[in-house]
């Protein structure tokens, strides 16, 4: 067999059903490919142009038991003809490996859809492993419910590869390739992609490039030949601005987005980091561009890490550090230490579930608290948060533009959710990416004294270098005097220095851009959002709109400072509602700054936030009721994914 002939034939001759947005699940073992498998679609897709968005499901434990449900791995991919802001509701098709990923992602299949069962793997063994008193394959619930495909993964790769001298082990692990090809069929991908993807992974091992090309081929023929599958399924090109596109995921736009800012500020990039999920892939972008003046220390622990940030800040570089919301606790001593100095620095926390170790692979956005108030002392520092993946591009810039213009370090949030999604990015011009202008003070000449903490109009400090001729001068956490930077007691001192470093930061409101909304500008209910909500909220709020309801869309990038035009825009509906994925943490801001009786909706289930489910409270909010949408399982299918919740 050739490794590099790319010939697939991926024309169908069976029917063929116009769609015009799919959303697909991919679910097994950590062990079985999933992220790879999901990948590998998403990226196909976008290059049929299609717009993209994904949710890749990672188990927390490292390596859990084979077939438990802790262990299931999932990859989301919502793909459409149209543009869309969330990796889908509910399932068209699962494809699951093993019955723990039956288990634990039936619930989200909607009735009807499509559902591919690895049937090798649904031995006694399996399913009770999952929990399973018998196989739940063989229910007629399944059958009645669901277009349920029984497709013997395993044994037909081992048959498709018999003349591969690979051995049986790794002959298995080609199955995932086959639960892709066959997903292809289904849904009308080109196979070439995928293709060459694995000449070039597999470069310098032609035995598992031949048996993964097999297995692929193998599992387009099967849907192309079975009778058991009718007809497939094609969701046109979306309609995108004209451009070059790369599916980026949240992780690598902000790396890049990092880059970017300090190439526009003309700075060397120096990253102060310590390994933890979901922050990690940003330390290992990072550290692959040397060439571009960046610098990446894996420190020993999270306190070395951003005092090592803090340390090239002083040093005159742009400075980094990254963590998630344990870590960041961590670093809280040191963040004070960052505000005393009035230095700039990015803090990036990428969010996960909580409190300790919480939930460290599912996505929460509960550390609005901790990253406004969660100091000692009165220590405020500016807070921007991303929306989107290929927004934390954006956000990086401009969070690094405030941290500069205002001598204050900069709390940049993003989550789980958005850091591993991913979703089409128009590559920017970079010859009109807009500069961020930096200056520090020159030498002083004939004993002139410098003054470190004279302010300009904004009350931002002058950047000195360290080295530069006549500009000595004290630094350390303990209070300074105003103007001279040197060390003082005095109470009357210690409440300026309080005051001003808190107008500081008010004076952030005043270089941010004003406050948009989607929908009408006054009306019954307005839906305030922020972070990694803001596709769901926004795609619901269409979808309330379409209906003729008077609501309307507003989502927050900067959460400390508010835009200055906030207070005027909530006054302006009739009510209030924050959807959040914590226990009310923006709300609780809201009502306290401004006395408007904002109303919550509240999930803290590792999990984003469903469409319908906005659509639902939106419409209760507004005394309308259930939108008579049927429900998507009856009882005994809820049964046989008993414990969706505890795995997926």
Same mark, same amino acid.
Not at 39 to 58: H, I, K, Y
């Given at each position: 067999?050739?490794?590099?002939?790319?010939?697939?034939?991926?024309?169908?001759?069976?029917?063929?059903?116009?769609?015009?947005?799919?959303?697909?699940?991919?679910?097994?073992?950590?062990?079985?490919?999933?992220?790879?498998?999901?990948? #590998?679609?998403?990226?196909?897709?976008?290059?049929?142009?299609?717009?993209?968005?994904?949710?890749?499901?990672?188990?927390?434990?490292?390596?859990?038991?084979?077939?438990?449900?802790?262990?299931?791995?999932?990859?989301?991919?919502?793909?459409?003809?149209?543009?869309?802001?969330?990796?889908?509701?509910?399932?068209?098709?699962?494809?699951?490996?093993?019955?723990?990923?039956?288990?634990?992602?039936?619930?989200?299949?909607?009735?009807?859809?499509?559902?591919?069962?690895?049937?090798?793997?649904?031995?006694?063994?399996?399913?009770?492993?999952?929990?399973?008193?018998?196989?739940?394959?063989?229910?007629?619930?399944?059958?009645?419910?669901?277009?349920?495909?029984?497709?013997?993964?395993?044994?037909?790769?081992?048959?498709?590869?018999?003349? /591969?001298?690979?051995?049986?082990?790794?002959?298995?692990?080609?199955?995932?390739?086959?639960?892709?090809?066959?997903?292809?069929?289904?849904?009308?991908?080109?196979?070439?992609?995928?293709?060459?993807?694995?000449?070039?992974?597999?470069?310098?091992?032609?035995?598992?490039?031949?048996?993964?090309?097999?297995?692929?081929?193998?599992?387009?023929?099967?849907?192309?030949?079975?009778?058991?599958?009718?007809?497939?399924?094609?969701?046109?090109?979306?309609?995108?601005?004209?451009?070059?596109?790369?599916?980026?995921?949240?992780?690598?736009?902000?790396?890049?987005?990092?880059?970017?800012?300090?190439?526009?500020?003309?700075?060397?990039?120096?990253?102060?980091?310590?390994?933890?999920?979901?922050?990690?892939?940003?330390?290992?972008?990072?550290?692959?561009?040397?060439?571009?003046?960046?610098?990446?220390? #894996?420190?020993?622990?999270?306190?070395?890490?951003?005092?090592?940030?803090?340390?090239?800040?002083?040093?005159?570089?742009?400075?980094?550090?990254?963590?998630?919301?344990?870590?960041?606790?961590?670093?809280?001593?040191?963040?004070?230490?960052?505000?005393?100095?009035?230095?700039?620095?990015?803090?990036?926390?990428?969010?996960?579930?909580?409190?300790?170790?919480?939930?460290?692979?599912?996505?929460? #956005?509960?550390?609005?608290?901790?990253?406004?108030?969660?100091?000692?002392?009165?220590?405020?520092?500016?807070?921007?948060?991303?929306?989107?993946?290929?927004?934390?591009?954006?956000?990086?810039?401009?969070?690094?533009?405030?941290?500069?213009?205002?001598?204050?370090?900069?709390?940049?949030?993003?989550?789980?959710?958005?850091?591993?999604? /991913?979703?089409?990015?128009?590559?920017?011009?970079?010859?009109?990416?807009?500069?961020?202008?930096?200056?520090?003070?020159?030498?002083?000449?004939?004993?002139?004294?410098?003054?470190?903490?004279?302010?300009?109009?904004?009350?931002?400090?002058?950047?000195?270098?360290?080295?530069?001729?006549?500009?000595?001068?004290?630094?350390?956490?303990?209070?300074?005097?105003?103007?001279?930077?040197?060390?003082?007691?005095?109470?009357?001192?210690?409440?300026?220095?309080?005051?001003?470093?808190?107008?500081?930061?008010?004076?952030?409101?005043?270089?941010?851009?004003?406050?948009?909304?989607?929908?009408?500008?006054?009306?019954?209910?307005?839906?305030?959002?922020?972070?990694?909500?803001?596709?769901?909220?926004?795609?619901?709020?269409?979808?309330?709109?379409?209906?003729?309801?008077?609501?309307?869309?507003?989502?927050?990038?900067?959460?400390?400072?508010?835009?200055?035009?906030?207070?005027?825009?909530?006054? /302006?509906?009739?009510?209030?509602?924050?959807?959040?994925?914590?226990?009310?943490?923006?709300?609780?801001?809201?009502?306290?700054?401004?006395?408007?009786?904002?109303?919550?909706?509240?999930?803290?289930?590792?999990?984003?936030?469903?469409?319908?489910?906005?659509?639902?409270?939106?419409?209760?909010?507004?005394?309308?009721? /259930?939108?008579?949408?049927?429900?998507?399982?009856?009882?005994?299918?809820?049964?046989?994914?008993?414990?969706?919740?505890?795995?997926?």
């Amino acid at each position: 067999m050739s490794t590099t002939t790319i010939d697939p034939v991926t024309e169908t001759h069976k029917e063929v059903h116009q769609i015009p947005s799919a959303t697909v699940r991919f679910a097994g073992d950590s062990g079985d490919g999933m992220q790879l498998t999901g990948e #590998q679609f998403t990226r196909t897709s976008a290059l049929l142009g299609n717009d993209v968005s994904t949710f890749p499901d990672f188990p927390a434990e490292i390596r859990a038991p084979r077939g438990t449900l802790a262990g299931v791995s999932g990859f989301q991919v919502h793909f459409s003809s149209t543009d869309i802001y969330t990796p889908g509701d509910a399932l068209d098709a699962l494809v699951v490996m093993n019955p723990a990923a039956l288990k634990t992602n039936l619930s989200d299949l909607r009735k009807g859809g499509i559902l591919i069962a690895n049937l090798d793997n649904f031995q006694k063994k399996d399913y009770e492993m999952a929990g399973y008193d018998a196989n739940p394959l063989d229910s007629e619930v399944l059958e009645h419910t669901y277009q349920l495909f029984k497709v013997p993964m395993s044994k037909l790769v081992e048959t498709a590869l018999k003349g /591969s001298p690979l051995t049986t082990k790794e002959k298995d692990r080609c199955k995932n390739f086959f639960a892709l090809g066959l997903v292809y069929w289904l849904y009308g991908r080109d196979l070439a992609p995928t293709i060459r993807y694995v000449n070039e992974k597999f470069a310098t091992k032609p035995d598992i490039i031949d048996a993964n090309i097999t297995a692929l081929k193998a599992a387009w023929n099967c849907g192309e030949t079975t009778d058991a599958f009718a007809s497939s399924y094609k969701v046109g090109k979306a309609k995108l601005p004209p451009g070059t596109y790369k599916n980026i995921s949240g992780n690598i736009a902000m790396a890049w987005g990092l880059m970017t800012a300090a190439r526009q500020s003309g700075k060397d990039l120096f990253l102060g980091s310590y390994p933890i999920t979901p922050a990690s892939d940003i330390l290992h972008e990072l550290s692959k561009y040397k060439n571009y003046g960046v610098r990446t220390l #894996q420190a020993e622990d999270e306190i070395a890490a951003i005092c090592s940030a803090i340390g090239a800040a002083y040093g005159g570089h742009m400075a980094i550090t990254t963590s998630s919301g344990p870590g960041i606790a961590l670093k809280g001593e040191a963040i004070g230490l960052a505000i005393m100095l009035e230095l700039p620095l990015l803090v990036i926390n990428i969010q996960r579930g909580g409190p300790s170790t919480g939930l460290p692979t599912k996505t929460e #956005q509960a550390d609005l608290f901790q990253a406004i108030v969660g100091r000692n002392g009165e220590s405020p520092m500016p807070v921007i948060a991303a929306r989107s993946p290929a927004d934390c591009f954006d956000v990086a810039q401009e969070a690094w533009r405030i941290s500069t213009r205002f001598m204050t370090p900069v709390m940049v949030l993003s989550d789980g959710y958005i850091a591993n999604g /991913s979703e089409p990015w128009l590559i920017p011009d970079v010859t009109k990416l807009p500069k961020i202008e930096i200056k520090h003070p020159g030498p002083l000449e004939s004993g002139e004294k410098f003054l470190p903490y004279r302010r300009d109009e904004l009350l931002s400090r002058p950047w000195a270098l360290p080295g530069t001729k006549g500009l000595m001068h004290r630094i350390g956490g303990l209070e300074k005097q105003d103007i001279t930077g040197n060390v003082n007691y005095e109470p009357e001192n210690h409440q300026h220095m309080t005051n001003t470093r808190a107008k500081k930061v008010e004076n952030v409101a005043t270089q941010i851009p004003l406050q948009e909304i989607e929908g009408p500008p006054t009306g019954d209910l307005l839906v305030l959002s922020w972070g990694g909500t803001y596709g769901a909220c926004k795609t619901a709020v269409e979808e309330c709109l379409e209906e003729g309801l008077a609501v309307a869309h507003c989502h927050l990038r900067w959460l400390n400072p508010f835009p200055r035009n906030l207070e005027k825009i909530l006054r /302006s509906y009739k009510k209030v509602l924050i959807p959040e994925l914590n226990m009310g943490q923006l709300r609780t801001f809201i009502r306290a700054k401004y006395l408007i009786d904002a109303q919550g909706f509240n999930k803290v289930k590792g999990r984003p936030f469903a469409v319908q489910e906005l659509v639902s409270e939106i419409r209760k909010q507004l005394g309308l009721g /259930s939108n008579g949408q049927p429900a998507r399982e009856t009882t005994a299918v809820a049964e046989l994914a008993g414990a969706a919740d505890n795995g997926g």
